[in-house]
């Protein structure tokens, strides 16, 4: 580029044109970033300093604020609605990333051949994740209606007694853990399917010759080739369980009596219901400390993989 | 075409894929019922010809049509935003030399692992100070550009071979003319990776119009939808006939560019 330009210039009249034009990218590539450096950093750099400054006053987002240190850290400790948004976060996470990955790779493999109708039933395995989390809150708001929905109206039919769905504490957390599956499951198998592409057909030829069964294949080929694949799902599917929020919002509202209140949801509450919006910036802290520990442990597998 | 060989598998396959269609084949069904068989009990499987009811409340409800423009905007401006800027900032960041460009993509790609729970409060203090709470640009500043389509543009022209630009060059054009006229021209999987992932992230998003917007005149359909679920959730066909607008823009893209779709969202797992 400029530098070949100026190697083959003899000519010192061009070596100057060729410093001007290096100068010239420089202002050039500085123009061409700064939209997006001033926005993406602007939006993210100055918010995490602040909500950091945040978390150590008591805010209600319109009186000035005060300065009270560790106080709000010390008080989420002691948050019992704090604990146990901790332990339903959790219980979600622990229940939908496993499974998600694990139907998600069983899928795939189903998934994975020449025959009929295959693109139609990829498509309607896929097809939900593109609905929005708020359609979907409220799509099965209805379907599980108590009253009014056809999930009991299916359960009347087999003879079995109605439930309560959303509105039975007992059952609210894990009929979103069974939503997020039916909507979420359907990324993990687009990526696998992308994933089984790359998975060598000369080592699945050689296993096969050297008499390897059909899961032979799968355990001692498939799945080492689809580890790296298997980790970013994981990452990926953890990081997003963390931080659900939109069908929580939609469906339950953290209830009933609380039994669906997750971190995001307590943050969200905190900031813009409540109106303490420092005590809400620590607990936002908190989420993204242990995000960052999910990520770090994560990325540390990874790269033990990728040395192996 | 050839025709496959039938095999074992559909047995498999078939309802599976029935259960995750369902559901959503529940949502048509639902919002063609009149709403005697909806209210009902125990309420109808299948409706008795198709009633439009609930789709004539929703188009008749002045403000529906609303929400649904307030959304296609946003989400039209940020699409073409972070196709301009991204690519801009991607091209940039593969080809020009300039002092602190190492630097400043590192910070840009750092910002990615920020969550958005971190942020939300600072951002809505920031837009409140701009004076865009409420409005549509408080919706729309935040999403015109996004550290991935700068990153995804950055990847695919770092992988375009450079002989390409290189008569270019020689013969005097300029980089925006290069960028316009050479190599936007080939980037066309670049372009559809980011506009399938900021159409679906603008489009579907909850939390941040949740908080920045008040007003019914200003709410997105997502916004809207929720709001409308608690208020009408007698008339359950309307409801669902408003969940149907909602869903189908993003339904009938996908349906009609399922291989770009399917490849913008694979490949941002697989370079992960």
């Known amino acids: ?308 | 075409m050839k025709r496959l060989p039938f095999s074992g598998w559909h047995f498999v396959l078939a309802p599976l894929a029935l259960l995750f269609a369902l559901p959503l084949v529940w949502l048509l069904v639902s919002s063609v019922m009149s709403n005697a068989e909806i209210n009902r009990f125990p309420p109808a499987l299948w409706p008795h010809g198709i009633k439009l009811d609930g789709y004539r409340y929703v188009l008749g409800n002045a403000l529906f049509p609303r929400w649904f423009l307030n959304s296609f905007i946003v989400s039209a401006v940020a699409v073409t935003a972070n196709l301009v800027l991204g690519s801009l900032g991607g091209y940039a960041f593969a080809r020009i030399r300039f002092a602190g460009s190492k630097v400043v993509l590192g910070l840009m790609l750092a910002t990615m692992v920020i969550p958005f729970q971190l942020t939300m409060i600072p951002t809505f203090l920031v837009m409140k100070e701009l004076g865009l709470i409420d409005t549509l640009g408080a919706l729309i500043v935040p999403s015109l550009v996004t550290p991935l389509s700068v990153f995804l543009f950055r990847q695919f022209f770092v992988s375009l071979p450079r002989e390409l630009e290189e008569a270019a060059w020689i013969d005097g054009c300029g980089r925006l003319r290069i960028l316009w006229s050479i190599v936007l021209p080939l980037a066309r999987p670049a372009l559809s990776t980011v506009a399938v992932l900021t159409f679906l992230a603008t489009w579907n998003d909850l939390t941040w119009p949740l908080i920045a917007i008040n007003s019914d005149s200003t709410y997105t359909l997502q916004l809207g939808l929720t709001t409308f679920q608690g208020q009408h959730h007698t008339q359950w066909s309307a409801v669902m006939a408003g969940n149907v607008i909602t869903v189908l823009p993003v339904l009938l893209g996908f349906l009609l560019a399922q291989k770009a779709f399917i490849r913008s969202l694979a490949s941002t797992g697989l370079k992960g």
């Open chain 1, 1 to 308: 580029m400029a530098s070949v330009v100026g190697t083959f210039t003899v000519d010192p009249r061009g070596r100057a044109a060729a410093k001007r034009r290096a100068r010239n990218e420089g202002a050039t590539g500085w123009a061409f970033v700064s939209p997006s450096v001033v926005i993406i950093l602007g939006l993210s750099v100055v918010p995490v300093l602040w909500s950091l400054l945040l978390s150590f006053q008591v805010n209600d987002l319109v009186s000035p604020s005060q300065w009270v240190g560790l106080a709000n850290y010390k008080a989420l400790l002691k948050d019992p609605a704090f604990g146990s948004a901790v332990s339903h976060t959790l219980i979600y996470t622990v229940l939908y990333v496993p499974l998600s990955v694990i139907a998600g790779l069983a899928i795939a493999i189903a998934l994975d051949r020449k025959i009929a109708f295959i693109g139609l039933y990829r498509t309607l395995v896929f097809v939900p994740f593109v609905v929005s989390a708020a359609a979907q809150g409220v799509l099965f708001s209805f379907v599980l209606d108590p009253e009014f929905g056809v999930a009991n109206s299916v359960l009347h039919k087999l003879g079995l007694p109605a439930q309560g769905f959303f509105s039975d504490p007992g059952q609210a957390l894990y009929l979103l853990v069974a939503i997020s599956l039916w909507s979420g499951t359907g990324f993990c198998v687009i990526v696998y399917l992308a994933g089984l592409q790359g998975v060598s057909s000369d080592l699945v030829e050689a296993a096969r010759i050297d008499g390897a069964g059909r899961w032979g294949v799968l355990r001692h080929v498939t799945l080492p080739a689809l580890m790296p694949v298997t980790i970013f799902l994981l990452l990926f599917q953890t990081i997003n369980a963390l931080q659900v929020f939109d069908l929580v919002f939609v469906t339950t509202k953290g209830g009933p009596l609380g039994s669906t209140t997750v971190i995001v949801y307590f943050i969200w509450e905190k900031a813009f219901k409540t109106f303490t919006a420092g005590y809400s910036a620590a607990a936002a802290y908190t989420l993204a400390v242990g995000l960052l520990v999910a990520g770090v442990i994560l990325q540390i597998y990874r790269r033990r993989v990728a040395a192996r």
